[in-house]
Each structure stands twice: as C-alpha cells, then as structure tokens.
C-alpha cells in the first residue's frame, strides 16, 4: 500500500466501487484490486449501508453442473471467452463487463439473474482445474462441465434437458396445490 | 412492394443499422464488438466511416447485414418453440457467442 500513486488508487477504488455495485463479495475485491482490506471495508460500508457478509465463500463446484444454473453460467462463460478472444479486455474488467452483457440478457428474456457476480467470479477461479468448458456434440455450444468427466460424447442440457427441468419450486408447489384442487 | 419500394427500404435499413453500429461502437466498443458479432479491427473501420461514406455504402442493392444463425440454430429455435423451459434465447446467446467474428479480409 505504501509509495502508491494517487492516480493508482483512484482507479483501484473505481474498480471496486463498481464490483460492489455489481454485489460482489470481499473476497472478490481482496483478489481483484490492491486496496487494503480496511479501505474496501469502508468503501464497501459507504456504497451498501452495511457490512459485508462475513465468512468463507459457499459455493461449490457443483453447483454449476445443475441444470439451470449450468445454462446461465455457461452463457456467461461464453460472454467472457468471447470478449477475451476479441477483445483487449483482461481480467477484472472483462469478468464486470461479460457479467453486465449477462444481466443484460437475463433482464431481455425475463429470467432470473440466478448466477451472481461473486459466483461468476468464482466459476473463473474453478475453470482449468476443477470445470472445464466443453462442445455439445449436438449444437455445438460451449458448457461448463467436470473436468474429470469424459466428455467426447457430451450432450448440453439443452439439447438434452431433463424431465423436470426449469420447475421452480413455486411452480412445482402451484401445481400440487391445483391437484389438491382437484381432489 | 414493388422494386423501387424495396430498394427505398433496404437502402433504410442499411443507413439505420450502420448508424446504429457507429453509436454502439463509440459509446462502447467492447460491448459493441459482442453485440455486432464483428472484430475489433472491423468495429475500429465501421466507428471511423464519415457521414458521406456511410450514405454511399446504404445505397446499394443487397443488405449490409448478415443473418447470424446458421441452420441449426433456426431449427433448434423452431423446434422448441412454445416450451419456455428449454430457454430458447439462452441458447441462442450461447450459440452465437462461440461463432466467429466477421473481419476484415
């Protein structure tokens, strides 16, 4: 932190005022940005009013394999892959704007924005090691899957979605309520 | 529609898109490039064209803009149609982001 520039900061203290705003984690910023954990700490206070949740992150692996959680961050992982290709943006600023271009979509096709920017971040974290991004041997697309699952003749869940996919527990709830009606 | 009807819209629609291509492409570029489906270097071109340049490039016959879909995808899209839980527009996005761009020759 010492003998750093002013100019420096300020674009470090930007970065993170806009990865909270976006909801992410302390963990997130500790990683992506040089700030000390005291300034993103009241930085974090000033912008939400409140103090950010403590403790370990939760998420697993597995979570991205679940059908529909599989979709969004298979698609936001093609976002962010596509804007690395093409793009000159790298790291941090490529996660906030493949994770906007993400909300964008969720928000036209009125789905639920279910994969969060800290989750997004850590599905960057598990990629190479623990998940893996593999072609659909049907349409082609690009997924998330097990790194150490065989994949040759992968089948995206798309292509192949399962029985009871994309039931909410709402609607699953709403549906036995109608059966109990109709008793 | 007769033909000169068509050409009147096409001509519109080549000066609307190309515009719009420049309005993205300025505010941003980055965005603009996944949106547009084009390189970098070709957003860089289209960003840079002048007014004039822009009206003499509408003016043409054919469309300036492509169909990014290929076969599948339409059939895919079709096929699923009425079954919102096969998420048909996410899967399109994720097609459409794992297509090349289109460059400069």
Redesign the interface.
């Known amino acids: 932190m010492r003998n750093k520039s002013v100019v420096t900061e300020g674009v470090e203290i930007r970065l993170a005022t806009e990865l909270i705003e976006l909801g992410a984690r302390l963990q997130v910023l500790e990683t992506e940005t040089s700030l000390s954990r005291e300034r993103l700490l009241n930085l974090y206070k000033e912008l939400k009013g409140e103090s950010p949740p403590k403790g370990m992150l939760p998420y697993s692996a597995d979570w991205f394999l679940i059908w529909q959680p599989n979709v969004h961050s298979s698609l936001f992982i093609d976002i962010y892959n596509y804007l690395v290709a093409h793009t000159d943006l790298r790291g941090a600023h490529a996660l906030i704007k493949s994770y906007r271009l993400y909300l964008e979509h969720v928000q036209v096709c009125n789905l639920e924005p279910i994969l969060t920017l800290t989750r997004a971040w850590t599905l960057l974290r598990f990629l190479g090691n623990l998940l893996e991004t593999v072609s659909c041997s049907r349409c082609g697309g690009h997924f998330i899957a097990h790194r150490q699952d065989i994949n040759s003749d992968y089948v995206c869940g798309l292509c192949r979605p399962p029985s009871r996919a994309g039931k909410s527990k709402k609607q699953a709830s709403e549906a036995t309520q109608d059966i109990l009606a109709a008793l | 529609m007769n033909t000169s009807d068509m050409l009147e819209a096409i001509k519109d629609l080549n000066l609307t898109y190309l515009m719009l291509a420049q309005h993205m492409i300025r505010e941003d570029?980055?965005?603009a490039?996944?949106r547009l489906g084009v390189?970098?270097e070709l957003a860089d071109v289209l960003a840079d064209l002048t007014a004039g340049q822009v009206l003499r490039m509408a003016r043409t016959n054919v469309l300036l803009c492509r169909m990014r879909f290929d076969d599948?995808?339409i059939l895919?899209l079709l096929t699923s149609h009425g079954n919102?839980?096969?998420?048909p527009?996410?899967?399109a996005?994720?097609?459409l982001?794992?297509q090349p761009?289109e460059e400069l020759a």
Do not use: D, T
């Open positions: 570029k980055s965005a490039v996944y390189s970098q599948r995808l895919g919102e839980n096969m998420m527009q996410s899967h996005a994720i097609l982001s794992g761009v």
